[in-house]
């Protein structure tokens, strides 16, 4: 992808004022179904890849949960991409902005850590708690447990390893709401994709320099923000006036696809010392991820199969199973064998399956009694009627047609 022309935008007074006018006009768009299937299929892969792969005596033909991280990664800048460029006019955007991603991300955050670290001191002497280095609670609390990964080239305590990609999202989106005020309109496309450009960069370095733990470009932003860069570039693309849809819909259907041949091209170039996949396999991902996303908002017709009732309960209970389904399955192994989880014996293959559901119940509990009531209070604070001046422009499309 490369950086549209300036000549692809309004910048006439009157255009800017007529697009502002439409702009404003224009309705939030409503939940989408779809995305919400989508984040609950991932949150299957999540479980069967650490419940059934990622275990010592685990299947690698499970092992899909980099493509559900990467995803969610995706998803997340794509929602809140285009949540900043539909209300971003607002006079309150920022202080309605964090209060509802405080309401929607912490209260349940903090409550999951909180008891798995109780459950980790309570039975802090049992011979299958991990013995990895712990971290200290607090570093979880203001997210920076992935500083720790990296300065200790460690996960730390396993049943809190999933954490990590909070902490990524929560820096992220301290400082994104600025840029979408700080660069201007016409050059954010430009913006996002040398962000991205820099982020592969980034992981170049650290794979060949030496000079850094591998850890750092697995879990630290710099490494990482690219996937968000393609959900954030996806929102431009969808919130960008004049895009002729319908003649995309097919590519948009098929780029996943290649894109994931990509990924698996890469993996089998690379053998046992080659470094690309590492490098490019995650933009590969993460574009891939982008596409989809965009057919599902366009009502491609698998956007009906991911509208599933089943597929949308995972979704909507994805966040709280995501912080507690390892401390489930850990808990239920150490109490009933008393040892760490795994599948390498049929009592433990069944106890592993049995956690599933209870994994899921826990999270829909935690959902229902923490997320959802906090959300709720959180999207009482209402985006004010008052608009800010609009200084930019709506992005267009090439050759798209303008207000007269």
């Known amino acids: 992808m490369t950086a549209p022309d300036e000549n692809q935008f309004s910048v006439g007074r009157s255009q800017m004022v007529q697009s502002v006018t439409a702009q404003s006009a224009a309705a939030s768009e409503p939940r989408n179904a779809a995305l919400d299937g989508f984040r609950g299929l991932m949150t299957a892969f999540v479980l069967v890849s650490h ?48 209060i509802r991603r405080f ?16 459950c980790l001191t309570w039975f802090a002497a049992a011979p299958w708690i991990s013995a990895h280095k712990a971290f200290p609670l607090w570093s979880y609390l203001v997210f920076v447990q992935n500083f720790f990964f990296v300065a200790a080239n460690s996960t730390g305590q396993h049943w809190l390893t999933p954490t990590w990609t909070l902490a990524i999202e929560e820096q992220f989106y301290l400082f994104v709401p600025a840029l979408f005020f700080i660069v201007p309109r016409r050059h954010l496309p430009a913006v996002l994709i040398a962000g991205v450009a820099l982020t592969v960069g980034f992981r170049a370095f650290v794979v060949y320099s030496g000079t850094m733990p591998q850890m750092a470009r697995l879990v630290l932003l710099p490494g990482v923000a690219d996937m968000l860069f393609c ?12 895009i002729d849809w319908p003649r995309h819909d097919q590519t948009l259907r098929i780029a996943p696809l290649v894109l994931l041949l990509v990924c698996g091209l890469l993996r089998m170039l690379d053998g046992e010392t080659g470094k690309s996949f590492e490098i490019l396999g995650p933009l590969a991902l993460s574009a891939a991820a982008a596409a989809f996303i965009l057919s599902l908002v366009r009502g491609a017709p698998e956007a009906k199969r991911f509208a599933s009732p089943v597929l949308c309960f995972l979704g909507n209970t994805s966040y709280s199973i995501y912080l507690t389904h390892l401390s489930v399955v850990g808990l239920v192994h ?8 795994d599948i390498g014996t049929p009592a433990q293959l069944a106890l592993t399956l049995a956690s599933i559901p ?34 930019l422009p709506v992005i267009t499309a090439p050759g798209a047609a303008l207000p007269a």
């Open 231 to 242: 959900g954030l570039i996806a929102a431009v693309l969808w919130k960008t006036e004049g």
């Open 358 to 391: 209870l994994a899921v119940l826990v999270g829909w509990v935690l959902t229902k009694l923490v997320e959802q009531p906090i959300t709720a209070y959180g999207r009482s604070w209402a985006w004010s009627k008052s608009r800010r001046p609009q200084r």
């Open 51 to 98: 419940y059934l792969a990622e275990v010592p005596h685990g299947q690698p033909v499970f092992m899909v949960g980099w493509i559900a991280v990467t995803s969610f990664f995706v998803l997340s800048g794509f929602l809140v991409g285009r949540l900043i460029i539909e209300k971003q006019d607002r006079a309150n955007f920022f202080t309605v902005f964090y």
């Open 334 to 341: 150490g109490l009933v064998l008393g040892r760490a989880a």
């Open 103 to 118: 309401c929607r991300t912490l209260p349940v955050y903090f409550a999951c850590v909180t008891l798995v670290f109780g």
